[in-house]
């Protein structure tokens, strides 16, 4: 583990793979378009608690596999960003529901190690077009909901993209004092 806390403040982490299709701006944010690439992910899904806790909870769950927790005991490294599924209620508050991922890195996506916690799930997922804005700071639910209504606004009504969730996604690990990146991705319809 500590290797892996190491690693992500010293080393480099795999970055999910991506390309821009496009850019927006208004006075408010700055967005892009990407097209996101498929794969196989770790998944924990957390109910019942409030964002930050259940996120904190799934994220610490995913980093013990990744480090090693696996029925390989291989520590595979960290890949970025943790991405966690929120799930708006009616008033633009988060549901007591997060379904967190973590790409598996490069190496082990023709064959993942199998998670020794049986909370954790391998899925493979497609591609996906998203659109996309990024943040500093430590992010807690306010900022990602905040930042969710922003790119709201400056997609207007032209784009078409899932109402029912969106992903809250933090590249940094806890301990990055500075320069810290979070984003709040839409998925394209």
């Known amino acids: 583990m500590l290797g892996l806390i190491r690693n992500s403040l ?61 029925d390989k005991g291989v520590g595979m490294g960290m890949t970025a960003p943790v991405s966690i599924t929120a799930f708006p209620a009616e008033d633009g508050s988060l549901q007591q529901k997060v379904k967190v991922l973590l790409r598996i890195p ?26 996309s804005t990024q943040f500093g700071g430590y992010a807690k639910e306010a900022d990602y909901v905040n930042f969710a209504a922003k790119l709201k606004s400056a997609l207007g009504s032209e784009a078409t993209y899932c109402k029912a969730f969106y992903f809250c996604n933090g590249y940094d690990p806890p301990m990055k004092p500075y320069g810290r990146r979070n984003e709040v991705w839409f998925l394209k319809e």
Request: glycine share 10%.
């Open 106 to 131: 490069s190496q082990y996506q023709a064959n993942p190690p199998h998670p020794s916690d049986e909370s954790i799930t391998i899925e493979e997922r497609e591609e996906m077009t998203i659109y």
């Open 10 to 70: 010293f080393g480099t982490v795999e970055t999910w793979p991506w390309r821009v299709l496009g850019t927006g701006q208004t006075e408010e944010v700055t967005y892009e378009e990407r097209a996101c690439e498929g794969g196989k992910f770790a998944v924990v899904e957390v109910t019942g608690k409030q964002f930050d806790e259940a996120s904190k909870e799934a994220v610490l769950k995913l980093l013990k596999y990744v480090g090693g927790t696996n």
